[in-house]
Nanobody, 115 residues
Framework: VRLVESGGGSVQSGGSLRLSCEAS????????MGWYRQNTDKQRVLVGQ???????NYADSVKGRFTISRDAAGSTVYLQMHDLKPDDTAVYYCSVAFVGSTWYWGTGTPDTVTS
């Protein structure tokens, strides 16, 4: 299984970034896809998830600012981030769960929001 993340970077407060993660290498269909983030010395926490049913959920801290979506094939997940704040600075990780399988993780993409 391979997860390829892209789109991270540095942006000023109030700016936007879009992350992408393409999943490949499994014969099974995808059950759920998500984004997590982790700051230095802190736990990795959920940012948002999207399920094969189309349902989504978000961390309270990003509701109204971030949107998670996927492509028509269901193999690429996106995280559109608007109105970014310095507290959003973290390494963002893509995660994918295939049917009948555990979650797989990407290597992470660092995002920095400067004030």
């Amino acid at each position: 299984v391979r997860l390829v993340e892209s789109g991270g970077g540095s942006v000023q407060s109030g700016g936007s970034l879009r992350l992408s993660c393409e999943a490949s290498g499994s014969a099974y269909s995808i059950n759920a896809m998500g984004w997590y983030r982790q700051n230095t010395d802190k736990q990795r926490v959920l940012v948002g998830q999207i399920f094969s049913s189309g349902s989504v959920n978000y961390a309270d801290s990003v509701k109204g600012r971030f949107t998670i979506s996927r492509d028509a094939a269901g193999s690429t997940v996106y995280l559109q981030m608007h109105d970014l704040k310095p507290d959003d600075t973290a390494v963002y990780y893509c995660s994918v769960a295939f049917v009948g399988s555990t979650w797989y993780w990407g290597t992470g993409t660092p995002d920095t929001v400067t004030s």
